[in-house]
C-alpha cells in the first residue's frame, strides 16, 4: 500500500512536477508518465489505469494531468483521497494551476505534499 510517486503533466508526456516515495530513477519516472499518457485515451468513464504493476489515479486538469502512481496493491480509496488533498494543496498555493504557477511554487508544493505523504503511506492530515 504505497504511493509511488505524484506528478503532474501535459497530455504530451512532458514532466512538470514530481514527488517520488520510492527510489526511482528519474528515467522510469519518465517510462511512467508516457505509458500513462498513451493509454489516457482508453479511461473515458473513469480517473484510473491499471497495469499488471501499478496503478496511475489522475486528475485532469485543463491541460494537465495530476497523477498518483501507486502499487496495484495499494489501496485505491485511500489513493483517491491523497490525490483529492494533493489537488486541494495545488488550488490554495497556486490559484489558478499553470505549469508557471506550479513552478514558481514548487517548494510550498512539495513541503505539502510531504505533509500529506510520508514514506509512501498517507498521513491523517487536512489541509487548513
Same mark, same amino acid.
Given at each position: ?5 505524484? #506528478? $503532474? ?6 514532466? $512538470?512536477? #514530481?514527488?517520488? *516515495?520510492?527510489? $526511482? ?7 511512467? &508518465?508516457?505509458? *500513462?499518457?498513451?493509454? =489516457? ?9 491499471? *497495469? ?6 489522475? &486528475?485532469?486538469?485543463?491541460?494537465l494531468y495530476l497523477v498518483l502512481i501507486t ?33 514558481? *511554487? ?7 505534499? +510531504? +505533509? ?10 487536512? =489541509?487548513?
Amino acid at each position: 500500500m504505497v504511493v509511488i510517486s505524484t #506528478a $503532474i503533466c501535459n497530455k504530451n508526456a512532458k514532466l $512538470i512536477y #514530481a514527488r517520488q *516515495f520510492e527510489p $526511482i530513477s528519474r528515467l522510469e519516472l519518465e517510462e511512467h &508518465i508516457v505509458h *500513462f499518457s498513451r493509454n =489516457i485515451d482508453t479511461c473515458k468513464d473513469s480517473t484510473h489505469l491499471e *497495469f499488471e504493476k501499478y496503478r496511475y489515479i489522475f &486528475i485532469p486538469i485543463e491541460d494537465l494531468y495530476l497523477v498518483l502512481i501507486t502499487s496495484k496493491q495499494s489501496n485505491v480509496v485511500e489513493d483517491i483521497e491523497i490525490l483529492k488533498l494533493i489537488y486541494r494543496l495545488l488550488q490554495d498555493q497556486c490559484g489558478t494551476i499553470s505549469p508557471d504557477n506550479i513552478k514558481y *511554487f514548487s517548494l510550498e508544493i512539495t513541503l505539502g505534499i +510531504d +505533509d500529506i505523504v510520508s514514506l509512501g503511506l498517507r498521513e491523517s492530515v487536512t =489541509i487548513p
